[in-house]
């Protein structure tokens, strides 16, 4: 039952990933691997989410993995402001949370009984995972996919979707309605108390998050300054915040907006989680922080030019994912520069589109 047939292999993609794909086709044919079946398996190791989208986007399958290999230990190798929020604000999900630059060396043994995961579908998490496990399971889309016992075809499909069917095709079982149950991520008491200081018992805050680890998602500046004054003018508090390399964008939407007690300084992602919890919306170019912002259950508001939006956004009422009304016929892209140069993707998302977008995801607007 717990068996996946040697050379199943993604099919050859576009850009750019071609040349990984015909070297998986090729060595598919001289290398045939199997999953071991699982009461043969005494740990997982799940691989290197790079991202905090990424991260967050894991979860429904780590408890689908939890509940599924009942009895196994579960290994995740990831960032250590990353490994924080899983071992914090998901108490129980997996075993043990380990750097995944300095992982713990697993003994031959250990490895043998091993199956790593890698929900990237990177050669560089295939080469880690091999060395934590015999056996290893992913998508294998940039390169080294023949060494997987199981590659999946990386579909277009939300994240947390396409991982839940990764785990349903490797363990020939369903995922269940618990594994992507509300709230995803369970802020303490304590993380909520430090959260507390920024958002007083007041009228709830709109945060506002104008950065991404990518710069062609980034609304322009203007937009955001237009847009935060019309949310002031209409009597909605506001707070800015951003990771510690934005802090120049940051602090010049404050001083278009007058006001530097707006900004919230750079938290720890389990205190910014709890003030996202406590806040009444967050606008944001698709980032990590609107996979928070969704696992907290609070209305999202999410920018959408060069990414696709039905891969990195959610389908709930809580959850509006904004494109421009006529964007150019690249859009989306997909890539991390924009080969036009202009950004134009996100330079039509009108402001009017965020503020309708506001209101359709249930948050009301003083007027």
């Known amino acids: 039952m717990f068996q996946s047939p040697p050379g199943r292999l993604p099919p050859l993609r576009s850009r750019g990933r071609l040349p990984f794909a015909i ?8 290398f045939s691997r199997r999953l071991p079946r699982l009461e043969a398996i005494k740990s997982l190791v799940v691989v290197r989410p790079e991202r905090l989208g990424d991260v967050i986007g894991t979860i429904p399958a780590l408890r689908m993995l939890r509940r ?6 579960i290994r995740c190798l990831v960032q250590p402001a990353y490994g924080q929020l899983i071992a914090q604000c998901c108490p129980g999900l997996v075993d043990s949370v380990e750097d995944c630059n300095a992982p713990r060396r697993s003994s031959p043994a250990a490895r043998q009984a091993a199956l790593f995961i890698d929900f990237q579908g990177h050669r560089a998490n295939i080469i880690s995972g091999l060395r934590q496990a015999a056996t290893g399971a992913g998508y294998g889309t940039r390169g080294l996919g023949f060494l997987l016992a199981h590659a999946a075809t990386l579909e277009r499909r939300p994240v947390w979707e396409r991982h839940l069917a990764l785990l349903e095709d490797i363990f020939n079982t369903s995922a269940e309605p618990a594994d992507v149950q509300l709230p995803w991520l369970h802020i303490s008491a304590a993380a909520s108390s430090e959260a507390s200081a920024y958002v007083n018992d007041g009228p709830r805050p709109i945060v506002l998050h104008p950065g991404s680890g990518q710069p062609n998602k980034r609304w322009p500046l203007e937009h955001w300054v237009m847009l935060g004054r019309e949310l002031l003018g209409a009597g909605v508090p506001l707070l800015i915040s ?3 390399s934005e802090l120049s964008l940051t602090h010049a939407l404050a001083k278009g907006l007058g006001d530097p007690r707006l900004l919230l300084p750079p938290l720890p992602l389990p205190i910014y989680a709890g003030v996202l919890q406590r806040s009444r919306a967050l606008v944001a170019p698709d980032s990590g922080v609107c996979h928070m912002a969704h696992a907290v259950q609070v209305p999202v508001v999410a920018l959408f030019g060069p990414e696709d939006a039905l891969m990195w956004g959610y389908r709930s009422p809580r959850v509006v994912n904004v494109r421009a009304e006529a964007p150019p016929a690249c859009s989306p892209c997909e890539r991390t520069r924009c ?11 009108a402001v009017e589109q965020v503020r309708a977008a506001l209101e359709s995801a249930g948050v009301r607007l003083a007027r």
């Open 23 to 30: 070297a998986d086709r090729v060595g598919g044919l001289l």
């Open 68 to 73: 599924v290999a009942a009895g196994k230990a």
């Open 242 to 244: 951003g990771a510690p």
């Open 339 to 349: 080969r036009r140069g202009d950004l134009l993707c996100m330079k039509q998302i």
